[in-house]
């Protein structure tokens, strides 16, 4: 699939998917959505690939939302397709076995932030700002916003969707919204380090571990505790497992192959 408004890189272990229409400050659209899913589903087949950086093209912006010109005279099944497109693609970037770190410079509007908290890992420039103005036009926040709630708690998730107000990166810590906060220029080191730091770990411990992870965030305590131990009891009989432990036991440093 020829990509007009994404670009999908490959350097290594490392993939990088960049969001790249500056002009509208990477506002999302439908074609831009569906070739985020594609580029996600390459990237899966890629045993080389082990972590993902989403990242953008634009130097005011991760991205400022759906792109309002496109959606503003949708019907509602128009606009329910829409928003389970929406659905889709951010379900696409959670549901990846391989970690997403989302870098974000700029603005991290709406549809937007909701792309951004798909993603595993969050590092931001120290210009940067986060907000579901969604409210301002009149439109409740929906789809994965619903994240915001277990990330960042009751109060800091209706402060966000009933103000409409932009966060600054200070705000954005106080709620735990970032794991990484850097000065301007320093965002592609500092994702970088990141990167490199889980690309030498176990593909397939990595791969297990945000399934856990997911399923910890959607089911009760004790399904998701019995999941966990059926899960990582499979990864015992892996080539990684016994590299891991031998590596450890050896005081030397594990090569995994993903096996």
Known sequence: MPYQKIILSKMGKIATITLNRPEV??????????????????IEKDSNIRVVILGSNCEKAFSSGIDVG???????????????????????????????????????LGAGLELAISGDILIASECSKFGLPNINVGIPAIVEAAILLPAIGLFGTKELCFTGKYWDVERAKEF??????????????????????????????????KDIINKWMTTD???????????????????????????????????????
């Open 221 to 259: 305590l004790e399904t998701a505790i019995d999941y966990s131990i059926q899960t990582v009891t499979l990864n015992l009989v892996t080539k990684d497992q016994k590299e891991g432990m031998g590596a450890f036991l050896e005081k030397r440093e594990a090569k995994f192959t993903g096996e």
């Open 176 to 209: 735990n919204l970032l794991n990484s906060v850097v000065a301007p220029g320093e965002l592609k080191t500092e994702v970088k380090s990141w990167a490199d730091l889980m690309a030498d770990k176990s593909p397939r411990g990595l791969a297990t571990q």
């Open 70 to 108: 496109f959606v503003k005279d949708h019907d509602p099944w128009t606009g329910r397709l829409m928003g389970k497109l929406l659905h889709r693609t951010f379900g696409a970037v959670r549901a990846l076995e391989k970690p997403v770190i989302s870098a974000i410079d700029g603005l991290c």
């Open 25 to 42: 400050l990477n506002a999302l659209d439908a074609d831009m959505l569906e070739e985020i899913i594609h580029a996600i589903g390459d």
